[in-house]
């Protein structure tokens, strides 16, 4: 599987370098991109503000996407994500610790094409990233465009 580019959007520095192991344990070779808070995820993905020198058409190829950030939350990023006619079909997979019935309903309702519950032990966490690097970089075909 050839490399890709993710975007991570998570704001607790243990969870970043756990996904970080648990990408290089399940021997993934995506290029793993961090932001730490959802203002700053909006503007990686549109270029602008810190990351306007970014080439704007230069998507990653996935986010994986914290609900509880500072600044804007997971929710408010999943709107502005698909409110944009660059990234309104990037693919968005909520990876949090909340499985609150509301948190899930609304993610979808925004547009979140998967919802996963960050496992707690590290095994299981490093099976859950192989699974979602396997499907949605290598499985999954993305629109041509959108």
């Known amino acids: 599987m050839n490399g890709h580019d993710i975007l991570l959007v998570e704001d607790n520095l243990d969870d970043v ?15 793993l991109h961090v932001v730490s ?3 700053e995820a909006v503007d990686y993905l549109l270029a602008r503000g810190r990351h306007a020198d ?18 804007l939350d997971g929710h408010e990023v999943l709107q502005a994500i698909r409110a944009d006619e660059t990234t309104r079909c990037l693919p968005v997979v909520v990876l949090t610790t ?10 979808y309702v925004l547009g979140a094409n998967s919802y996963i519950q960050k496992p707690v032990e590290f095994d299981r966490f490093v099976e859950v990233v192989r699974q979602v690097g396997r499907y949605w970089l290598g499985i999954n075909l993305p629109p041509r465009r959108c």
């Open 17 to 31: 370098e756990l996904t970080r192991l648990a990408f290089a344990e399940a021997g993934e070779p995506h290029r």
């Open 37 to 39: 808070d959802g203002a």
């Open 54 to 71: 970014r080439d704007g058409a230069d998507l990653p190829a996935l986010v994986l996407l914290d609900l509880n950030l500072p600044r």
């Open 98 to 107: 909340s499985i609150e019935p509301s948190d899930v309903d609304r993610a």
